[in-house]
């Protein structure tokens, strides 16, 4: 509907803008006393017509070839060759119809090739003129863009900070880890005191997550390695976790609290829901020039069953807004009572950005 929407405008613009600049002519002609012969309104036709298809052309190669912005900015080359051929083109047809229809003076006819060239110079500028008008269009339509962008992101890190202790770290996670930190103060109270000091650090990860668009990921892993070290308290030996981490990834930027919640989704939704137990693996690589995180988990995966998670559309999101269509989410069964999640991003696309 949208696309429908821009076509019916483009076209009223487009046929609007050339009729407006016959009007022009008419008037001019009509206000500087010049003389309207017989030829004058064909001709006219002529260049109008020309005119329009000739742009709508140029208009289709620009979106084909994809010349609008940004991607202009590397293929100035073949935007000129292409504009330069249109010009030629349409001076040239506009040359030969007026030879073929007898759109000349014949006191003053000159050759095709002199009339090309008079075309040339006078009738070029008509083309610039729409290509200026089109590029400055589309400039403008980026800018607006990007701005719409940038107020989503803001409202998105808003709403984030609403729910970050809500939906990131979930208060029945603090309860268990509080009990579990309780039940080890008179029987093991070393390891009490450093899951107290685990539980503060993701607490604080939490509240700094407010100001951040993206951490490094060795600081998310090491946000979630405290987390898992927490639930183990609770599961035991219930709770398996690998981790097969390319060390060349520690440094790639990731949205924060986000492998956390994966991670949490994946015990309160798949190994906290199994008698057994079971395994909770974390994987970093490099793969297809993207940055492509996964989380696995024993379980089974259902839409029903997280529709009220705020966890796996936060992803959707989040990822959308900072990395575009350079970035996706997926989660899915994987066979042998096995879910994955995977998270794919470009690498290096962002660096930590913190809100001013």
Known sequence: MRNKRKAILYWYCQIGGWMMYGLTM???????????????????????????????????????????????????????????????????????????????????????????????????????????????????????????????????VKELELNTIKSHINPHFIFNALNSIRALV???PERARTAITELSNILRSSMQSEKLATVPFEKELNIVKDYLALEHIRFEDRLMVEFDIDEDTLDQPIPPMMLQTLVENAIKHGVGKQKQGGLVKIISDFRDNHHEVIVQNTGSFTKEGIS????????????????????????????????EAVIVMPIHEFSTLVKN
């Open 26 to 156: 008419v008037f001019f002609a009509f206000v500087f006393d010049s003389r309207i012969n017989a030829i004058f309104y064909p001709k006219l036709l002529v260049i109008i017509t020309t005119g329009l298809i000739f742009t709508h052309i140029l208009r289709e190669l620009i979106k084909v070839l994809h010349l609008r912005p940004p991607e202009l900015s590397k293929k100035w080359f073949l935007f000129t060759v292409i504009l330069l051929s249109i010009l030629v083109l349409f001076n040239l047809t506009n040359s030969a119809l007026a030879e073929w229809l007898g759109l000349f003076n014949p006191k003053t006819k000159v050759s095709v090739e002199k009339r090309f060239l008079v075309n040339l110079v006078s009738d070029s500028p008509l083309i610039l003129v729409w290509v200026s008008i089109y590029y400055l269009w589309h400039y403008i339509e980026l800018g607006t863009k990007i701005e719409i962008q940038k107020v989503k992101l803001e409202s998105l």
């Open 308 to 339: 009220d998670g705020f966890g796996i559309s936060s992803t959707h999101d989040r990822l959308k807004l900072l990395f575009g269509k350079k970035a996706h989410f997926s989660i899915s069964n994987k066979g042998n009572d096995l879910v």
């Open 186 to 188: 008179d029987e093991n």
